[in-house]
């Protein structure tokens, strides 16, 4: 996957992602750890029988393990979604399965579920006193821009003092 045109999520098995600090040694870092049978036309791929190359490609001496991945996890999105270089090798430290999504199919589902998200949130701002005076067109708008943030029991959201520059509206919880 040299184009980065696949997000992989696990199956069964786990994975170890590794990142090097230099970037001289990034095209050593990024060579394939997995070796697998792909399936299928172009759009509906499958990997399936992964298992780590033995013995196991070594990694430049600067390179460190930054996690791991388990079942119901997924990797390969971060280069799917912004077009750009991987961001870390992943290695299968076991015979392990994956599902693979293509590029086109992850934007449209991606795309389908802000949608709904935007729908959501337009339906939230309806019961909002100070967005009354817009109108159903203008909500939506202002939907599409609102981000979710979450937050820990007793952390600090605002401070007294700091200058103003979002506005908070409840979603869930007290």
Avoid: H
Avoid at 39 to 50: D, F, I, Q
Avoid at 60 to 84: D, H, I, N, W
């Amino acid at each position: 996957d040299e184009k980065a045109d696949y997000l992989y999520v696990v199956a069964s098995g786990s994975f170890d992602c590794f990142i090097t600090d230099n970037a001289a040694e990034t095209d050593e870092a990024m060579l394939p750890t997995c070796l697998g049978t792909r399936t299928g036309e172009p759009g509906r791929r499958s990997v399936k029988n992964l298992q780590p190359i033995l013995p196991p490609v070594p990694y430049p001496k600067r390179s460190q393990k930054v996690g791991s991945v388990a079942p119901g996890g997924c990797f390969g999105e971060l280069a799917l979604m912004y077009s750009v270089p991987r961001a870390a090798t992943v290695q299968a430290t076991m015979n392990s399965k994956v599902w693979v999504i293509d590029r086109s199919r992850f934007k449209r589902a991606f795309l389908t579920a802000s949608d709904s998200l935007t729908d959501a949130y337009a339906e939230l701002l309806e019961g909002v006193a100070i967005f009354d005076s817009l109108l159903r067109d203008e909500k939506r708008t202002v939907a599409e821009s609102m981000t979710e943030m979450s937050f820990t029991l007793g952390e600090v959201v605002v401070q007294q003092g700091e200058r103003g520059d979002a506005l908070y509206i409840l979603y869930e919880g007290d």
